[in-house]
């Protein structure tokens, strides 16, 4: 089994992640971003327009433009990232019929499956981008030096 991000949820944390970094240090270029994190340019054009139409950053045009977070660090949950980026989290379908959960009744299977869902969207509504800074901190990591270690594809 792989529970993973799609490419779009994947460079969606990375974006927050450097805007978050770098928080209260003014706008980022888009190009800044992109370095930084490994994000090719084309793909991350797409993923800051939909963060800004979710309303967890903010864009400025002009020479001094550029992008930056519309809440703290604190206040923004890995949550709300993967959300507007790929859509709710549910994982509803049967894994031994393939088909909604419900349908035919429940399968033996249902209960830890829903508590592992349960515990996993628990974990993501709870982690802060201020926690993953400090980790980040905490272990002298330089995210331009490291994304292959903090994003591994």
Aim: glycine letters at 10%.
């Amino acid at each position: 089994m792989k529970i993973a991000l799609g490419k779009k949820g994947d460079y969606s944390v990375r974006a927050v992640l450097d805007l978050a970094i770098h928080y209260g240090m003014g706008r980022r270029k888009a190009q800044e971003i992109a370095t930084t994190m490994r994000i090719p340019r084309k793909s991350l054009a797409r993923v800051l327009a939909d963060l800004v139409h979710s309303g967890l950053i903010t864009a400025t045009a002009g020479p001094d433009g550029g992008y930056e977070l519309l809440r703290p660090p604190s206040q923004i949950h890995l949550l709300d990232v993967v959300e507007a980026a790929e859509g709710g989290i549910e994982m509803n379908n049967c894994i031994l019929r393939g088909i909604p959960c419900g349908i035919q009744g429940t399968c033996p299977v249902h209960e830890p499956w829903s508590e592992a869902q349960a515990a996993m969207l628990r974990r993501l509504r709870k982690t802060t981008f201020a926690e993953i800074v400090r980790q980040l901190a905490l272990g002298q990591l330089d995210p331009a030096d490291h994304v292959a270690e903090l994003c591994p594809r």
